[in-house]
């Protein structure tokens, strides 16, 4: 019964607006609020449910959780002792050989592997092994064989032979920064995010645009000006009609 109230008041923060859920969101949380796009309305309604149902913000939740023993930047401990993680990968002459969705699939995967895994160790990260896949006809030596040894050290809690793949620590995390572009009125969430979409073909757009207007501006601006010395000039010579009158009345 408690699961499905939950559920439903979840279901229910969803059906209101996107920024009506974060403004309201900013006003408990704002730490939270300040890493979610008010379009992403699951992940802004989870926050708000937490708060509701805790009386503690998501964010101190979450600090909570890091802080435990075996925690780490990713969350609280992981649910499951000795947990590890075999990764299959191939070299590069091997994903050429493939098709190109399939292609575009490995790069994808391999990319999320690094960055998931590889590119932030930690306390609640599990160590990754890598078994080389490339030659088929050497599967159970270089796959299955190892793969097994590695499963029997984590039960029987020892430390396997073999090393886990290590790769230098991301020191430039992405953070999470609320950015807004007034030139093109949108909001991007994350640092990495605003770099490119500073350097993207519509913001570029926007802005050659609005250099073009102010540009105009100006000129208009100069062209309606007279200097002082010009001014004076047309005073003292007067306006073509008025010199005609003049030359009436003296005649």
Not at 1 to 10: H, L, Q, S
Not at 145 to 162: C, Y
Not at 239 to 247: A, R, T
Request: net charge positive; aromatic share 6%; proline share 6%.
């Amino acid at each position: 019964m408690d699961t499905e109230k939950v559920i439903d008041r979840k279901v229910e923060l969803e059906k209101e607006d996107g920024h009506v859920l974060h403004k309201r969101l900013s006003q408990v949380d704002p730490e939270r609020a300040a890493k979610l796009h008010p379009h992403d309305k699951r992940k802004v309604a989870r926050s708000l449910q937490v708060f509701e149902e805790t009386g503690i913000s998501h964010s101190e939740f979450l600090h909570r959780q890091q802080a435990e023993e075996g925690g780490g930047p990713l969350g609280g401990p992981l649910k499951f002792p000795n947990p590890c993680i075999l990764w299959l990968h191939t070299d590069q002459t091997g994903i050429e050989a493939l098709k190109q969705v399939t292609k575009r699939y490995a790069r994808k995967q391999n990319r999320w592997v690094k960055n998931r895994f590889l590119s932030r160790p930690g306390p609640s990260v599990p160590p990754v092994y890598g078994l080389e896949v490339s030659d088929v006809s050497k599967w159970e030596e270089s796959v299955l064989e190892p793969a097994l040894e590695i499963v029997r050290s984590f039960i029987q809690g020892h430390q396997p032979a073999a090393a886990p793949v290590k790769m230098p620590c991301n020191e430039t995390e992405n953070k999470r920064s609320y950015h807004m572009c007034d030139l093109c009125d949108r909001i991007i969430i994350g640092d990495r995010e605003w770099a490119a979409h500073r350097k993207s073909k519509s913001h570029l757009h926007q802005l050659k645009k609005r250099r073009k207007l102010d540009s105009d501006a100006v000129a208009t601006i100069e062209s309606q000006s007279i200097s002082p010395d010009r001014d004076k000039e047309l005073k003292e010579k007067g306006s073509p009609g008025q010199n005609d009158e003049e030359l009436k009345f003296s005649v």
